[in-house]
């Protein structure tokens, strides 16, 4: 298999949260010629979202995706309301930074709830309501599928079947983010991949790696090559599927790359990339 193209990597900017602002992590992906950012809202409300739009044009950066939108449960309506608003919010920066598509990590059970297929109604309900905005600012929409292990608070939404099957549900402007952390113990992941690529929903790849022992759930992510993650394989399905976008490296790693010089981390990335990816 070729070598996975470097003009392709994107830096997901949670993997520099804790060390850098936005504006250094667009300088720093354009220093180590990284060529694609995919950003954080909350980092992105601490610039604005016009600045970092002029920022990251001044660098020539593509922006791979906004994370995030989504987290649609909620206990009564206007809780419900309140989210529509926020993810409208989401839409509305994602079109002003150019971001390729919002990714959804759509939310869990609502607080006292034991309902997950009414949870999942709310998922589907909420992705509808914001869908045509989302098509009128030309913002696809990503469902990301998340491991099962964060159906409860998170994402109900966890096989990539599950969130194809949502998709055809919903129709026109929404598709998926892979993300290998979430996904690659799925048997069925191969031939979703291919449904996915068929069906023209594949709208991001993120990439990380699985750690054995694994000492937290949340923010213990691995670096490419240091866990269990086929990703040559992986990357081999999702680009035989007809993807061709940006493969984003997003790393919550609180007890090891987040504690790192930046810098030092991106120059690992970089070398990963290509050799484990
Ligand atoms: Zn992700």
Redesign the pocket.
Known sequence: MDAPRPELLSLNTATVREKWNLAQMIEGCARHGIRGISLWRDKLDELGAAEAAHMIRAHGLTVTGLCRGGMFPATDQAGREASIRDNLKAIDDAATIGARCLVLVVGGLPAGSKDIAGARAQVRDGIAAILPAACAAKVPLAI?PLHPMYAADRACVNTLRQALDLCAVLGDGVGV?V?VYHVWWDPELEDQIARAGREKRLLAY?ICDWLVPTTDLLLDRGMMGDGVIDLPRIRGWVEGAGYAGSHEV?IFSAGNWWKRDPDEVLEVIIQRYASCT
């Open positions: 990301e983010a993300d993120h997003e």
